[in-house]
């Protein structure tokens, strides 16, 4: 256990709780074009925005431990950095040392791939097929590929999720066509290398934090069965099935590639060695489980076929999941949490299922479970299981109830809370539907502000990346891309903007500057911020707070 933070005697705490609201996914965007932030009905945060002390924060790039400031945040990245109060290096970072230096190629999981399918098995590498670098990197693939093949490994079979969301919503064929046209040059000298199956990311076998097993179950009758609707090919499989269902990539239905139109070209049985090769783990655990568990209660599996799995990295470090993994991930430790459980400090934690696990698992440096029963509170709010285009709302007002109550109540000295429709309701790309989560997630702002300044609370608005600030496609000179039919091109990925760090202390009692915030700060500052509305003093090796104690 840590020791407990010192009390810091030239701030005096106030009479209510520090909240710390994460709007996720909500950015100050760089063009006006596409910015559904400012271009919805939400007055309250404008206000909040243009009267309260405010600056901005680094979200992406080397901000958040990524290896370059091309890389846009993410959600994950995002709230290990807010949580620990310093910047880590992520998994793609990770990954990609581990290829480039050989070092994965040297440890006994690869080693034990390979020996398993050179003994006849076939090789068999699953994930999402894109350069998006916030979940996978094909760049991962090829790598891991290549080495498989110096190796002599003869049979490798490729089970591809498409994306849509972390990279241009139609660009499933940029990514499908090039690499069908490496694997011509791949397969020599008795190499046998395919695409075997394949879906859209939200509709197979990605799922996160329980939501929706159907996902994992579709995902398993498709790449590990190859049972589902067969095409002789990737390219055939995204050009029918976007035109039938008139889908973006990440809504595509589950394909299987099959030559005769009879049998699959890859399904996975006894023998095989399988590779879930996404390094991030929220959207890996369930498949990862699915294919270790000796039991699982969640779907029918059928037979379980007797593979070597091994993830790309350990998604869980506590559930030790899966239980074997090509790269270590980033160890995590002191984390915002476990500091205030040291000192005594009551908390809550509390979003919906689609953001529980960020404000819970991330936030506390990728670890499941508490650090103090006693004096922590972790509430999930379930999500709705239909698209989010159809409940922009999400649960924003269920949270925002419990939240209030909380605060009302004087139930806990920190409140931390995710608001998921900026980033959920963003990446569907339907800018209406954005609108209409920004008007309600501003409502509740204004709820949570009211409850604040009742209870003479402290309110710290920020986000852990940008999304539904930059809703359209954008070219070089700034102006908006067009598609055929003359509409804006729909942009669904995270922006590279910065978030906003909004504060609102009401009994506001002069032992800081409140004119000015500190700039040029990222989101790891938030901890350390939190920490001095608390009246604490933040560890020296935390990153400097958006706040100076006189």
Known sequence: MLEALKKNNAFQTRRGPVVLVIMDGVGIGKYKEGDAVLDSNTPFLHKMMSTLPMTTLKAHGTAVGLPSDADMGNSEVGHNAMGCGRVFEQGAKLVS??????????????????????????????????????????????????????????????????????????????????????????????????????GGRMVITMDRYNANWDMVRKGWATHVKGEGRFFKSAHEAVETLRRETGAIDQDLPPFV?????????????????????????????????????????????????DVFYAGMMEYDGDAHMPSRFLVNPPEIDKTLGEYLCATGITSLAISETQKYGHVTYFFNGNRTGK?????????????????????????????????????????????????????????????????????????????????????????????????????????????????????????????????????????????????????????????????????LVPPADYDKPVINVR
């Open 97 to 198: 040392a581990a290829i480039e230096s050989g070092r994965m190629f040297q440890g006994e999981t690869w080693k034990q791939l390979i020996k398993t399918a050179k003994k006849g098995g076939t090789l068999h590498f699953i994930g999402l097929f894109s350069d998006g670098n916030v979940h996978s990197h094909l760049n991962h693939l090829k790598g891991m590929l290549a080495q498989a093949k110096k190796e002599g490994v003869k049979k490798i079979r490729i089970h591809a999720l498409l994306d849509g969301r972390d990279v241009p919503e139609t660009s499933a064929l940029d990514y499908i066509d090039p690499f069908e046209a490496f694997l011509n040059d791949f397969n020599t000298d008795g190499m046998d290398c395919r695409l075997a199956s394949g």
């Open 257 to 305: 590639i099959s030559e005769d139109g009879k049998s699959p070209v890859g399904p996975i049985v006894d023998g095989d060695a399988v590779v879930f090769y996404n390094f991030r783990g929220d959207r890996a655990l369930e498949i990862s489980k699915a294919f270790e568990a000796d039991s699982l209660s969640e779907f029918d599996r059928g037979p379980k076929p």
């Open 371 to 535: 650090f103090d029963d006693k004096l922590e509170t972790y509430i999930e709010i379930p999500s709705d299981i239909v698209p989010f285009e159809q409940r922009p709302w999400m649960q924003c007002a269920l949270i925002t109830d419990r939240v209030c109550q909380a605060i009302d109540n004087n139930e806990f000295q920190f409140i931390r809370l995710n608001f998921p429709n900026g980033d959920m309701v963003g990446h569907t790309g339907v800018y209406q539907a954005v609108q209409t989560s920004m008007a309600a997630l501003d409502i509740c702002l204004e709820r949570i502000y009211n409850s604040v300044k009742n209870a003479g609370g402290v309110m710290l608005v920020t986000a852990d990346h940008g999304n539904a600030d930059d809703m359209f496609e954008h070219d070089k000179s700034g102006a908006v891309k067009m598609d055929k039919e003359g509409n804006p091109k729909r942009k669904t990925s995270h922006s590279l903007n910065p978030v906003p760090a909004i504060l609102f202390d009401p009994e506001f009692k002069n032992d800081y500057d409140s004119s000015k915030l500190n700039e040029g700060l990222g989101i790891s500052s938030i901890a350390s911020t939190c920490m001095v509305l608390l009246g």
